[in-house]
């Protein structure tokens, strides 16, 4: 893949869209790099542990070797990979320590936030919530990964960003895309996905009823689920 002015991604149709979104006009060369990295990590093209050489990406992207260094230092901001001086780059391993830290550290984060819509919300946003609980039940019946993991996204980020705490939301983005790409490869299960829709339906009611601790009760068993389901993923997979 050698970029140009114009980016068309190998995967753009197939990757969740608030991980893999259309680059803008006049997107670096740096950013392309970063971004086409990003979907093989998301599709399993490049795995956690995998040792990234610039001389070997520049040659892939068909760039020089300093866009490769700056877009590396991106995905270091994000937690995805581990820069190593003189040694280049590599992904983040992943095993059961960093997925029950990670997703320990998230679930605190999401049931405060939780709890602080309910308090916070209006009518105008509990009929918007309904409309995402409504679409991810919809995106659930073509049992596709990518489609029910950006439903499900926007159905939380819209939860998580109510109540404007924007360090709340960036510690969340971290390490995100590593989480999701288990979630690409082994998708949901289909005893998961009526337990989703399940505590959606619950979450939705205690938020409509200004419910704190019903919704921060709900919320928190919903992340033990994901986080658990996420542990039996890797124990049973060959990452």
Not at 22 to 29: D, E, F, I, R, S
Not at 65 to 88: D, K, S, Y
């Amino acid at each position: 893949m050698v970029y140009g002015k114009t980016y068309y991604p190998d995967h753009a149709s197939e990757a969740p869209e608030h991980l893999a979104p259309a680059l803008k006009v006049g997107a670096t060369t740096s950013m392309q790099v970063a971004a086409d990295l990003r979907r093989r990590i998301l599709h399993g093209e490049l795995v956690p542990g995998q040792r990234l050489k610039i001389n070997e990406i520049a040659t892939l992207c068909g760039v020089s070797h300093m866009p490769v260094r700056t877009a590396l230092q991106e995905l270091e901001a994000e937690g995805i990979v581990e820069l190593h001086p003189n040694r280049g780059a590599e992904i983040r391993s992943i095993n059961a320590e960093y997925i029950r830290n990670v997703l320990d550290v998230r679930a605190g984060i999401e049931v405060m936030l939780t709890g602080q819509t309910a308090a916070l919300i209006d009518d105008a946003g509990v009929a918007e919530l309904t409309a995402l609980v409504d679409n991810f039940e919809e995106k659930a019946t073509t049992r596709e990964a990518a489609t029910m993991l950006h439903a499900n996204f926007r159905l939380h980020n819209f939860i998580n960003r109510l109540p404007g705490n924007s360090e709340a939301l960036r510690v969340l983005d971290r390490g995100r895309l590593l989480i999701e790409a288990i979630r690409v490869k082994y998708a949901y299960g289909g005893a998961r996905i009526e337990t989703i829709i399940a505590e959606h339906r619950l979450l939705l009611k205690a938020i409509a009823n200004h419910d704190v601790k019903r919704a921060r009760d709900i919320a928190q068993t919903h992340c033990e689920g994901a986080r658990n389901q996420l542990l039996r993923f890797l124990k049973n997979g060959d990452w």
